[in-house]
């Protein structure tokens, strides 16, 4: 597998974790019991910190990365495994 495409992989894993881990530690105002501000959304978190989503997704993008390679390499899991559609005859191919 090429470099470029292994970065290109993590991209992808890193963008997809951000977004999993955005609702991970936040608290409301409610949550905590302060009071919201006018003009809030109720559910405003009161204590985003966007460094901890970004540390939290570099290193669970850097895991998936690295399962996804090694399946690559060592081919644990082929298409032929995940392949559940039913093939056409022979005739017809």
């Known amino acids: ?3 470029t ?3 290109a992989i993590y991209f992808l ?3 997809m974790s951000a977004f999993l881990m955005l609702p991970f530690g936040v608290k409301t105002a409610h949550d905590v019991g302060a009071e919201v501000e006018p003009g809030h ?3 405003a978190p009161v204590n985003f910190r966007p460094w ?3 540390l939290r ?3 669970l993008a850097a895991v998936l990365t690295g399962l996804f390679v090694a399946n690559y390499s060592a081919q644990w ?3 032929e495994d995940i392949d559940w559609l039913p ?3 022979a005739s017809a191919r």
């Open 1 to 3: 597998m090429n470099i």
């Open 5 to 7: 495409s292994m970065i």
């Open 13 to 15: 894993f890193w963008v």
């Open 41 to 43: 959304a109720d559910s």
């Open 52 to 54: 901890r989503v970004v």
């Open 57 to 59: 997704a570099t290193v």
């Open 77 to 79: 899991v082929t298409m």
């Open 87 to 89: 093939q056409p005859p």
